[in-house]
């Protein structure tokens, strides 16, 4: 059984920063591509960024490049997130996901690329 526990959400001023993680079990998490998503209340989970299975490439979304960080350390099981420049905009529950399948060479990013999900950590950036 796959378990994604975020944690590193909270409340904070524009302009800040926030680093998120996502612990992983039941996986063989060095082998699955690893990707975020957010949800505001009322709108649909958009994707973030993901990171392949060996961690040297990333995708993003426009809205967060260049303020956003994925990464990821496979000895300890874990995707991290570091956000900067934080917005009001950006006000969302983040999820963590993981790839559908093992090995993948690309990066998916929709929701459908990805088969197991974390409960979700609230972020919420004050103007």
């Known amino acids: 059984q796959v378990q994604l526990v975020e944690s590193g959400g909270g409340l904070v001023q524009a302009g800040g920063s926030l680093r998120l993680s996502c612990a992983a079990s039941?996986?063989?998490?060095?082998?699955?591509?690893m990707g975020w998503f957010r949800q505001a209340p009322g709108k649909e989970r958009d994707f973030v960024a993901a990171i392949n299975w060996k961690g040297d490439t990333t995708s993003y979304a426009g809205s967060v490049k260049g303020r956003f960080t994925v990464s990821r350390d496979n000895a300890a099981n874990t995707v991290f997130l570091q956000m900067n420049s934080l917005k009001p905009e950006d006000t969302a529950v983040y999820y963590c996901?993981?790839?559908?399948?093992?090995?993948?060479?690309?990066?998916?990013?929709?929701?459908?690329?990805?088969?197991?999900w974390g409960q979700g950590t609230q972020v919420t950036v004050s103007s």
């Open positions: 039941g996986l063989d998490f060095s082998n699955y591509a």
């Open positions: 996901a993981a790839d559908h399948l093992p090995l993948r060479v690309v990066v998916g990013t929709t929701t459908a690329d990805f088969g197991s």
